[in-house]
């Protein structure tokens, strides 16, 4: 029986999928220990007793206990353990380390056919996580750096007087007149520093596929061939849902 409910838990937030015929249906952005909150989609979208579960996280104290909370529903649910459970050629040196939330996002940018490989799969969230995919569709490796909320938040914690930036402005790529402004260029230029730099690996620019909360910061400013695709995580627990259960 396929997954009705797959759910992503991230580092910030959680993201349901309802899979309906096939494919998703709709999607919910919630917090990741708000009981209520869960509750409350949980109504909004009348699951039934019959519904199943799968879940994939980066965080297993939050994984068990939202899988309790799912269980205490009657509800089925199964969690994603290991990339052995993910039908992705996977060619690294230490496969289990590499978090499942990167292979799901590969697995769906490849199903849903956006690029021929070979391509990147750029994650832009709590951490900024650039994927390789190679001419063969395999997931070869990859670079993480931190993501702009831990950019800001390292360089308030860590100096004596610089202050903790927003990203609204993010979009500037005007030198900063202000710390403020400086502090935003220097995230935005060392984000878009490593796409543009991992993309140049090829004879031709591989193309980009961006997702996660804060990717439509980058969009704006990566050269095609790039897309914006929402919810990649989720489509790649929906095609291992298939097969589990």
Not at 43 to 68: G, Y
Not at 72 to 91: F, H, K, W
Request: contains cysteine; charged residues 20%.
């Amino acid at each position: 029986m396929p997954a009705q409910v797959v759910v992503d838990i991230g580092n910030t937030r959680m993201k349901w999928g309802l899979v309906r015929d096939g494919s998703l249906f709709e999607t919910a952005a919630l917090g990741r220990y708000n009981h209520e909150e869960w509750q409350a989609q949980f109504d909004a979208w009348q699951l039934p007793e019959t519904f199943s579960w799968l879940i994939a996280s980066v965080d297993s104290a939050r994984t068990d206990d939202f899988a309790r909370w799912v269980a205490d529903r009657s509800q089925d649910c199964l969690v994603l353990r290991s990339y052995r459970q993910i039908p992705l050629a996977i060619e690294v040196t230490t496969p289990e380390s590499v978090g499942l939330d990167r292979l799901l996002a590969c697995l769906g940018a490849l199903k849903l056919a956006i690029f021929p490989p070979p391509f990147l799969v750029v994650q832009v969230g709590t951490a900024l996580v650039v994927n390789f995919i190679n001419a063969e569709g395999a997931f070869i490796g990859g670079s993480i750096l931190p993501g702009f909320a831990l950019m800001a938040k390292a360089l308030n914690q860590h100096t004596a007087q610089l202050p903790e930036v927003t990203l609204e402005s993010l979009a500037n790529m005007q030198p900063g007149k202000n710390t403020e402004e400086a502090i935003q260029l220097g995230m935005l230029v060392a984000a878009l520093g490593t796409v543009r730099t991992l993309r140049e690996t090829e004879a031709e620019p591989l193309p980009v596929c961006l997702t996660g909360g804060d990717a439509a910061i980058l969009h704006p400013h990566i050269a095609e061939p790039v897309v914006l695709v929402n919810d990649l995580v989720l489509e790649g627990l929906r095609i291992v849902a298939e097969k589990l259960l």
